[in-house]
């Protein structure tokens, strides 16, 4: 078989693989730590889907337990629906019985990254960055709730507005709609050819 057309084969089996696999089921947790004017801290619970880059949420307060932590996934999954695996590090806040049962119940599986291994949560990971990078430093909230505020206009605008290599180039919304999956298909195999492919669609 020309080198081309496997490579091409081999592209439309990794985004079918995608399609049917990713769609929306793995979540990626993590928190940061920011402060307010009065120098308390403030705690961002930051959860993403991995799938088309969705910034879910970033809960802030000043204290986040594991029972908040179910609580935020409760709402989520309401908005949402549950997905199929849930992605965190060893923190208490995640190695907790609680967040285990909550799983269970929710048929979640709930997958910890290795200590050290920043690629496997990645997509939670490059959120972290760009929040500190744009958004925390420098700046000194209020409260938590003019944080919790701040970072909900955030998260609208980004997943409406913000574009995204990995969903080749469109937004976290423009990859949602019906029928953008099948027209980057499309786009993927003729790139391929110049060496090129969203990275969402690239072959393994």
């Known amino acids: 078989m020309p080198y081309k057309e496997e490579a091409?084969?081999?592209l439309w089996k990794s985004f079918r693989m995608a399609q049917a696999l990713d769609a929306g089921v793995t979540w990626a947790a993590d928190f940061q730590f920011h402060q307010s004017e009065d120098k308390r801290v403030i705690k961002l619970l930051n959860i993403v889907c991995k799938y088309d880059q969705r910034w879910l949420t970033s809960r802030a307060a000043?204290?986040?337990?594991?029972?908040?932590?179910?609580?935020?996934l409760d709402s989520l999954v309401a908005e949402n629906g549950a997905p199929v695996y849930l992605c965190v590090d060893h923190g208490p806040e995640f190695i907790a019985g609680l967040l285990a049962d909550w799983c269970a119940a929710m048929g979640v599986e709930l997958h910890?990254?290795?200590?050290?291994s920043l690629r496997q949560k990645?997509?939670?990971?490059?959120?972290?960055g760009r929040v500190r990078d744009e958004h925390l430093n420098g700046k000194l909230?209020?409260?938590a709730t003019e944080a919790q505020a701040i970072f909900d206009h955030?998260?609208?605008?980004?997943?409406?507005n913000r574009r995204h290599i990995s969903l080749g180039y469109l937004t976290p919304a423009e990859f949602r709609e019906p029928g953008t999956i099948e027209q980057l298909q499309v786009l993927a195999g003729a790139a391929k050819y110049k060496g090129w492919a969203p990275p969402q669609l690239r072959a393994a």
């Open 8 to 10: 091409r084969q081999a």
């Open 62 to 72: 000043r204290y986040i337990d594991a029972l908040r932590v179910t609580a935020t």
């Open 112 to 116: 910890f990254t290795e200590p050290g």
């Open 122 to 128: 990645g997509v939670v990971e490059a959120l972290n």
């Open 141 to 143: 909230f209020l409260d």
């Open 154 to 160: 955030l998260r609208v605008d980004d997943n409406a």
